[in-house]
């Protein structure tokens, strides 16, 4: 499926410091869904393609147009509105909720460094590294919790079935397959653009959860839904504009030779 990357002893740094960075960011996520409000939660994270642009704009010196801020505006404010509903937090669960995006926004970023800079790892090659890696780490940071002792104990249960078994499997297949999907579309795109479509996520999860769940939404949440919808195809169109306005300005002469050279072979005169 891939040729594997042959990478020096600074760029296994890299993978390693890298896939630190991922499961610190899993890690945070999970606790600060203990301490606040799924609601909340949904609220701060929708705020992830704005930390994008400004690390972007800081650290790698990169520029949007404006219609491209503008169309951020629907993404994020429609999350508000779609999950809003009663808002319940802490000071630190505020304070890793918001860590979290933070450390959301790195990781989209760094995923799109390392596979379109200067390792341009294929998005299996990079998995295939980075799997081994995580899984360590969180056996130990289980280990450290506590949570491996709990695992143990649970297994020993007659709740540990083999319907259970099963589930955790495709639960892990479908992971990969996220992976996957993730690291090829971020490759293909842009950071900003897998932010936004986190957020689109988010709504789309809720649609879901009306259709399979029967869950309940009111005007307020069904509004934020549109909102995030069509903020997040003003942005697809913006994106796709420019884009093409890129490859077009490619394709036209730059330098004045150029141009005299182009007239010369078209003037009706110049055979």
Known sequence: MFTPAKLGERENMVMLMFSILYTIN?????VSLNLVSVPFHQVVRAMTPVFTVLLSIFFLQKSYPKMIY???LPVVLGVGFATFAEYDYSFIGLVLTVLGTLLASI???VTNRVQVGHLKLNPLDL????SPLAFVQCVMYAYATGELDKVQEFSRTPMMTWHLVFSLLLNGIIAFGLNVVSFTANKKTSALTMTVAGNVKQVLSIILSVIIFNYVINTTNAFGIVLTLFGGAWYGYEE???KQRI?????????????????HQHHPLSS
């Open 26 to 30: 899993i890690a945070i996520s999970n």
């Open 70 to 72: 503008f169309s951020l």
């Open 107 to 109: 990781k989209t970023i």
């Open 127 to 130: 998995l295939f590294r980075m």
């Open 240 to 242: 796709l504009s420019q």
């Open 247 to 263: 490859a077009t300005s490619s394709t036209l002469p730059t330098h004045t030779s150029d141009i005299l050279s182009e007239k």
